[in-house]
Each structure stands twice: as C-alpha cells, then as structure tokens.
C-alpha cells in the first residue's frame, strides 16, 4: 500500500518546484528534489518572501532525501535536480532521465554537470526512460519520454508511476496540460488513483500557450476523469502562476464535481494554505517593499 504521498515544494507553497515524496509499505521515493524561483516576473526580481520559502522548501527536501531510498530525476531543470547538491544522491538508487537521448542542448548539457557531480555517489544509477522497475512490493514505472509542455521547445520529460498493492499514484513532471496525446495515454494506461499533473501553462496563454493547447489539456483533463476511478487530482505548477487558474478548467471542475472526484491544489492536498507568491509578486512589492537581490539558477 502507499501509506504516505507528500508534496514537498510546489508553486502553491510559493516557488517553482513538484518535489514530492512517496512513502509505500517497503520503500520512500524522492522524484525531483529541487527547488527554484521565478527569476523574473513583471519585470521583478524574487521578493524576500519567496526567498524565505524556497529555503524552507529545501530543508524539508533535503530532510525527506535523507529518508529515502530512491531519488527520481524526471529532467534536468533547475527546479527538478540540483546539481549543486550532490549529496542527496549518496548511497541511494537512482533514477534519471536519459541524459543524451530525446533532450534538448540546453538539458543535455546540464545533464552532464549533474552526472559529473554526483559521480559514484548513488549506490544504483539507471536511466528511467521507458522502464519499469519493482523494488520489493513497490512497482516504479516510467514513461518514454514525453514533451516539457506543448513541444519539443524545452525538452522531454518523463512521467512516473507508482503502484503498492491496490494503490496507484502518477506524477506527470512537466507536461503542462497534458495537451498532447502521448502525455495522456500513460496517464490513462497506468491508471491511477491519486494524480498529481503539473497544469496548462496559462499565465503564458495567448503567447508561450495558445488557446488550443489550453482546450486540449481541459479534454485530457476530463478524459482522465471520466475514464479512471480517480480519487484526487492534484494540479499545480506552471498552473498555479496565474491567478485566474480556476476559471481557466471551469469545464474540469464541473465533469469532476459529478464524478465526486477532488480536484486541488499540492498546497490543499496537505491542507495547508495556497501561497502563489510569484503570480502575487508585484502585490509583495507594493505591501513589503524592496527586497535584498539574491542570486538564483534560471530554470
């Protein structure tokens, strides 16, 4: 069974991330322990605020990494691995994303820094694209990899899931929708009951992410409902950077009111409060006033 499902950082506690944590009866898995900012937004730089909670985020990244067994790489953006904690990977097993193959230039040479840094230090390194892997009870499956978002643009990713008994989670890494077929037909193979999805892009809509994409990614979005007995949706990321992001699935909302099925935020799956610190960056600026300019990895 899985007896815990953890969302460590995302973009509802107030920085870009989907770390999660995933506790079965005999293993605890990390997918994509990293943490980032927002490096511009309204022509703003980070407020102190969203400083303060990307440092929170990493303890509690670092605290869980510590725990696991596995540690998961879906991509090689900076809000999905650190390259400069390398320490996290030692004595684990761990599984990647192809680093040579199905990338872009950008991810491939960033994907070589990771590798180079966390060299001989996880107890197991394999790459994940495609394969699935049973450790104990617990089931790990991956997808091949898939677009980050709508097109080839910004790489692939790959999607996992995980099964423990009757339980069934997913996790879609950065698929932002889903819109493209490809996406969905894992989701929908693998079935399961718990998914969290990281959201159409639509603080970007009408420039990086049509109107198009959008349509698609609410008919997937329903398509998963109606076809799977899906307990709870969780989406987030690049979803959560536009304020209006409700009003934006008003269809999936609607479909996944009838199928009972709950559709939250990361921040109200672990009920805690919803904090869109970078969609709310200029309001920060305008109650707290100029913040201390920090360093920060672009994504």
Same mark, same amino acid.
């Given at each position: 069974?899985?007896?815990?499902?953890?969302?460590?950082? #995302?973009?509802? #506690?107030?920085?870009?991330?989907?770390?999660? #944590?995933?506790?079965?009866?005999?293993?605890?898995?990390?997918?994509?322990?990293?943490?980032?900012? $927002?490096?511009?937004? *309204?022509? &703003?730089?980070?407020?102190?605020?969203?400083?303060?909670? /990307?440092?929170?985020?990493?303890?509690?990244?670092?605290?869980?990494? =510590?725990?696991?067994?596995? &540690?998961?790489?879906?991509?090689?953006?900076?809000?999905?691995?650190?390259?400069?904690?390398?320490?996290? *990977?030692?004595?684990?097993?761990?599984?990647?994303?192809?680093?040579?193959?199905?990338?872009?230039?950008?991810?491939?040479?960033?994907?070589?820094?990771?590798?180079?840094?966390?060299?001989?230090?996880?107890?197991? &390194?394999?790459?994940?694209?495609?394969?699935?892997?049973?450790?104990?009870?617990?089931?790990?499956? #991956?997808?091949?990899?898939?677009?980050?978002?709508?097109?080839?643009?910004?790489?692939?990713?790959?999607?996992?899931?995980?099964?423990? $008994?009757?339980?069934?989670?997913?996790?879609?890494?950065?698929?932002?929708?889903?819109?493209?077929?490809?996406?969905?037909?894992?989701?929908?193979?693998?079935?399961?009951?718990?998914?969290?999805?990281? $959201?159409?892009?639509? *603080?970007?809509?009408?420039?990086?992410?049509?109107?198009?994409?959008?349509?698609?990614?609410?008919?997937? /979005?329903?398509?998963?409902?109606? =076809?799977?007995? &899906?307990?709870?949706?969780?989406?987030?990321?690049?979803? /959560?950077?536009?304020?209006? *992001?409700?009003?934006?699935?008003?269809?999936?909302?609607?479909?996944?009111?009838?199928?009972?099925?709950?559709?939250?935020?990361?921040?109200?799956?672990?009920?805690?409060?919803?904090?869109?610190?970078?969609?709310?960056?200029?309001?920060?600026?305008?109650?707290?006033?100029?913040?201390?300019?920090?360093?920060? =990895?672009? /994504?």
């Amino acid at each position: 069974m899985i007896q815990k499902i953890v969302p460590l950082a #995302f973009d509802s #506690f107030g920085v870009r991330s989907m770390a999660t #944590f995933i506790e079965t009866d005999d293993l605890k898995i990390l997918i994509d322990p990293g943490a980032a900012l $927002g490096p511009i937004r *309204y022509g &703003l730089t980070p407020h102190f605020l969203e400083w303060q909670k /990307l440092d929170e985020s990493w303890r509690r990244i670092k605290r869980q990494a =510590k725990e696991a067994d596995v &540690l998961i790489v879906t991509h090689y953006h900076y809000d999905h691995h650190d390259p400069d904690a390398p320490e996290l *990977y030692k004595n684990k097993i761990v599984f990647i994303k192809h680093p040579t193959e199905n990338i872009n230039l950008s991810q491939k040479g960033r994907a070589t820094l990771f590798l180079k840094a966390i060299s001989e230090k996880p107890k197991k &390194l394999e790459i994940a694209d495609g394969k699935s892997f049973r450790i104990g009870k617990t089931q790990i499956t #991956f997808s091949k990899a898939v677009c980050h978002g709508t097109n080839p643009r910004l790489g692939y990713v790959t999607e996992v899931s995980i099964k423990s $008994g009757s339980d069934r989670f997913l996790y879609t890494s950065d698929v932002e929708g889903p819109s493209l077929p490809e996406q969905i037909e894992f989701i929908l193979k693998e079935k399961p009951d718990i998914l969290f999805v990281d $959201g159409p892009m639509t *603080y970007m809509l009408g420039f990086r992410y049509s109107y198009k994409s959008l349509e698609s990614s609410n008919n997937n /979005l329903v398509k998963a409902i109606t =076809k799977l007995s &899906l307990d709870t949706l969780v989406l987030d990321h690049h979803f /959560l950077r536009d304020l209006n *992001y409700k009003l934006r699935i008003k269809p999936v909302y609607e479909v996944a009111e009838k199928h009972k099925v709950k559709v939250v935020t990361a921040a109200e799956f672990c009920g805690r409060k919803i904090e869109m610190l970078e969609a709310l960056r200029k309001e920060l600026y305008a109650k707290h006033g100029e913040v201390e300019v920090k360093g920060n =990895k672009s /994504l």
